[in-house]
């Protein structure tokens, strides 16, 4: 079974993946020029780290891992959601 802290970093994620896709959709029609470049690798970036984040959550939630990994890896999840919600506010001005 897995607990609440893994649960939670999993839904964290989750939300941040919808932000770099969503950060994804805003910057591919600046992909030609030199900033949108920067930001769009930024977003593929941010995606790439979201659907592995998840992946590894899962399986060390599998592993038996307890709130002493999941509780730190909950800190990093939230700074990593902020971040990434900082830059999608930034990207819709």
């Not at 969503?22 to 941010?46: A, C, Q």
């Not at 659907?51 to 959550?57: E, S």
């Not at 899962?58 to 730190?72: C, D, F, T």
Request: net charge positive.
């Amino acid at each position: 079974m897995m607990g609440l802290y893994w649960i939670v970093n999993i839904l964290i994620v989750l939300t941040e993946l919808a932000l770099a896709l969503m950060l994804l959709k805003n910057y591919y029609s600046l992909r030609n020029t030199g900033v949108g470049k920067r930001l769009f690798g930024v977003s593929l970036v941010f995606l790439f780290q979201s659907v592995l984040a998840v992946v590894f959550y899962i399986h060390w939630a599998e592993m038996g891992l307890g709130k002493s990994v999941a509780g730190p890896l909950l800190l990093l999840s939230l700074s990593g959601l902020i971040g990434v919600g900082l830059l999608y506010s930034i990207s819709r001005m």
